[in-house]
């Protein structure tokens, strides 16, 4: 079978896809590669199950959506919160916070008006073929958007690919950014290529707060957790709570814990409004977790219009665990090409989202 996710053209396959209808997925007579049980309290949760490599997906609707577990051989490179299982945003006081990955609305230096029901709320759920889901949330009354995800996992290569997609639902304009928060877990190393015409002094920048506001510093950013080399930024997932970004035109971030590296491609416009800093990707890192944040350029959309930021992600076993900066960077070598083009132009489509 072709592999739907080697080249760009896999983002035009996720919104041609033949929807299976509604009566096959009330009486789960499910698409080959999709499975539905219980994950560690979540009754409804949707296993993406590849067929050639031991790779699987789980997507909890309940919460987000959000995608809580992507393994190879049964290692989830993802962060699980043992004290949110089970849980949605309805009945949790005092904060939310689950882990894995989740799409939302930026940019996150503009304190938009809160909103993680968009985000950490149910998401309706349904087959889109073969080892292939999408979901929704409501749209957001402050914000007036709601989101859409089209994943697909390859049978052969256990690739996934990941269409989010924004829309809006109001009666007036909006103008945001797509923001993937992914979280993995901690103690490893995060890792991406600069822009040699970086619009920073330094080419990455720091996040630092200014009273109330946050912003990124890019003239003399310091932390003894990141280390620049030969283009390459590493950064240690360990020690206080730091969060750098860069204007990386490569496309792509990695990240390696134990014998497992984890590879997010992503689409970059060179002409794109990156409201957040200037940052196309951004990297959090504490004790505990090492989060990758892949952001999309900020877009203005008239009612009914969406934009769409695709993804690929891959997992790649090692021989070895890596323990110091210069070994991660040699890992660069064992990173495949990007599906994306360098410079992708981002625009909105009049064409709404499909519920």
């Not at 031991?54 to 699980?80: K, T, Y």
């Not at 989101?147 to 945001?176: C, F, W």
């Not at 283009?231 to 969060?243: F, P, Q, R």
């Not at 090409?337 to 360098?342: E, G, V």
């Amino acid at each position: 079978m072709q592999n739907l996710v080697r080249n760009f053209l896999w983002a035009a396959v996720l919104f041609e896809a033949v929807l299976v209808s509604a009566r096959a997925a009330e009486t789960n007579d499910l698409p080959k590669g999709v499975e539905v049980r219980p994950y560690t309290g979540w009754a409804e949760s949707v296993f993406l199950n590849a067929a050639e490599r031991p790779v699987q997906a789980v997507v909890v609707p309940a919460i987000g959506g959000r995608i809580v577990h992507f393994s190879l051989d049964g290692q989830n490179i993802l962060f699980e919160n043992a004290a949110s299982q089970g849980k949605t945003l309805a009945e949790s006081k005092g904060g939310f916070w689950v882990g894995g990955y989740q799409c939302d609305a930026g940019p996150e230096i503009r304190g938009l008006e809160a909103h993680q029901g968009l985000f950490s709320g149910p998401h309706h759920w349904r087959p889109q073929g073969d080892f292939s889901i999408r979901t929704h949330s409501e749209m957001d009354r402050y914000l007036g958007v709601r989101i859409e995800k089209d994943l697909v996992l390859d049978p052969e290569s256990g690739d996934l690919g990941l269409t989010q997609r924004m829309v809006n639902d109001s009666a007036h304009t909006v103008s945001y950014c797509l923001w993937d928060r992914t979280l993995c877990k901690g103690g490893g190393f995060a890792f991406f290529p600069l822009n040699k015409k970086s619009r920073f002094k330094s080419g990455w920048s720091i996040r630092v707060k200014a009273g109330e506001q946050l912003m990124y510093e890019g003239n003399q950013p310091y932390s003894p957790k990141v280390e620049v080399a030969d283009g390459i930024l590493v950064a240690e997932a360990s020690g206080e709570d730091t969060k750098v970004g860069a204007d990386s035109d490569a496309g792509w971030v990695a990240y390696t814990r134990g014998k497992l590296l984890f590879v997010k491609y992503f689409p970059y416009t060179a002409a794109g409004n990156y409201s957040d800093g200037g940052n196309s990707v951004e990297v959090y890192f504490d004790q505990r977790v090492a989060e990758l944040e892949p952001i999309s350029p900020e877009m203005k959309l008239q009612p009914g219009q969406n934009f769409t930021f695709p993804e690929k992600w891959t997992l790649i076993a090692l021989d070895k665990e890596v323990a110091t900066p210069d070994e991660v960077r040699k890992l660069v070598k064992r990173i495949p090409p990007s599906p994306f083009k360098k410079e992708v132009k981002a625009k909105p489509e009049s064409k709404p989202g499909v519920k």
